[in-house]
C-alpha cells in the first residue's frame, strides 16, 4: 500500500467515533490526510482524534448532527 497518497487534502469525515467512520479516518490519517471528525457521540469522537494526532498525524473533532440540517451550520 502506498503511504501518503493524501497527504497535503483535508477529509471530513462523519460517524467517525466508531465503525466504518472511526476505521476510515485512521486510514486517512495514516495516508497522510488532515481530518475533521464529526459524531453526535461527543464522548468518545475526541478519543479518535487524540488518536490520530498521537501517531504523528493532524486531526480535529466537532461534534455534529449530520442529520440535522442545524448540525452542519458553522459555529461562531
Known sequence: MLQN??????????????????ATALLFAREGASVVLTDINESVGPTVATEITENGGHAIFEPADVTRRRGLQARG
Open 5 to 22: 497518497q493524501l497527504h497535503g487534502k483535508t477529509a471530513v469525515i462523519t460517524g467517525s467515533a466508531s465503525g466504518i467512520g472511526r
